[in-house]
């Protein structure tokens, strides 16, 4: 990746999936254009050409995808959120037990997490917390179901067990609504302008009528 005029910010084999970081020379900020380009390993054949925008003029997500690159993480924003899931073992009965198996179940996968218990016993009325840090993408939407399920024992070998679910659901990412672009304003056409009416001047009547009046002969 180099900032769009040939000066080199990382140069490293990649392998699929992996991640790198790419930042300003000599601890600068990132040039207005980062120019990656994407090669096959083995003959150096181009695969791909990405060229991003990291001037600020325009908004980046993180998990916007630009060809086979996608923002995971910029300065001190990440998708990661360390999450604590807390499991409370309660012997509500009215002997001693002792916890033989505790599993966590989570997206159809069982992980036996027993040995987080510093001691196994569990008297009557009492409770066990064990604590489990797991880490969650908030930037993807998903739904994470959880399932504790406990096994215990008293001395005497009367099994007992319990089992309890939590779903935690992420939201992901809330992008602002694109704004419509702004059209140019048109110029009103200038209308032409009207000529003023021509007015033909009437002809004056005449002072003396232009033919005499005809005098009838007088009968005799």
């Known amino acids: 990746c180099d900032d769009g005029n040939g000066n080199m910010l990382y140069s490293e084999v990649v392998s699929v999936g992996s991640e790198f970081s790419v930042s300003g020379r000599n601890g600068a900020k990132l040039p207005a254009t980062l ?7 083995n003959s150096n054949k181009v695969l791909q050409t990405v060229t991003l925008n990291t001037s600020g003029d325009y908004d980046l997500y993180l998990k916007d995808k630009f060809g086979s690159l996608e923002l995971e993480t910029c300065d001190e924003k990440d998708c990661t959120v360390d999450i604590e899931y807390k499991y409370t073992i309660t012997n509500t009965g009215n002997i001693d037990l002792t916890v033989t198996d505790l599993i966590r179940e ?5 992980t036996d997490i027993i040995d987080m218990m ?10 066990k917390i064990v604590k489990v ?23 005497s070998g009367r099994p007992a067990e319990d089992s309890d679910q939590y ?4 939201g992901g990412i809330t992008r602002p609504p694109t704004r419509p672009p702004t059209p140019s304003p048109t110029q009103l056409p200038s209308p032409p302008p009207t000529r003023p009416p021509t007015t033909f001047p009437t002809d004056f009547p005449s002072e003396s009528p232009t033919v005499a009046p005809s005098v009838a002969d007088p009968k005799i």
Do not use: K, W
């Open 35 to 41: 120019s990656c380009v994407i090669r096959e390993n």
């Open 106 to 110: 989570r997206d159809g996968i069982s």
């Open 118 to 127: 510093f001691d196994y016993e569990l008297p009557r009325g009492e409770s």
């Open 133 to 155: 840090d797991v880490i969650v993408d908030i930037c993807v939407v998903g739904r994470y179901n959880t399932t504790g399920v406990v096994d215990a024992e008293s001395e």
């Open 167 to 170: 779903i935690l659901t992420v």
